[in-house]
Nanobody, 125 residues
């Protein structure tokens, strides 16, 4: 099974930026970023399909950008204009095979089989 390792989390003031990385031990498909605050359910926030198309949750649209470098087996999440409500543990996830097309199902946890351990992001006001 492919191992996923997130990095790039940390503490930042509101309005700041962070870039998260997710490095895979092998080839990955159809990846996404999720986040979870302690008292909330895990939320899918960004997905990139095997054709490079992206979809975002409304909570992060126009502020976050998902991208990938297949040559490096690395997924990224550029986070700008961060808000205190973005504070959470961020996870990357992958499916077992390529996927094409976007829908609301693209951000469902149940669609993903490989998960990283998470990286903490804390945004202070």
């Amino acid at each position: 099974q492919v191992q996923l390792v997130e990095s790039g989390g940390g503490s930042v003031q509101a309005g700041g930026s962070l870039r998260l990385s997710c490095t895979a031990s092998g080839r990955t498909y159809c990846m996404a970023w999720f986040r979870q605050d302690q008292e909330k359910e895990r939320e899918g926030i960004a997905h990139i399909d095997s054709g490079g198309r992206t979809i975002y949750a409304d909570s992060v649209k126009d502020r976050f950008t998902i991208s990938e470098d297949n040559a490096k087996n690395t997924l990224y999440l550029q986070m700008n204009s961060l808000k205190p409500e973005d504070t959470a543990t961020y996870y990357c996830a992958a499916r077992s095979r390529p996927c094409y097309g976007l829908s609301s199902n693209s951000l469902l946890q149940s669609r993903y089989v490989n998960w990283g351990q998470g990286t903490q992001v804390t945004v202070s006001s």
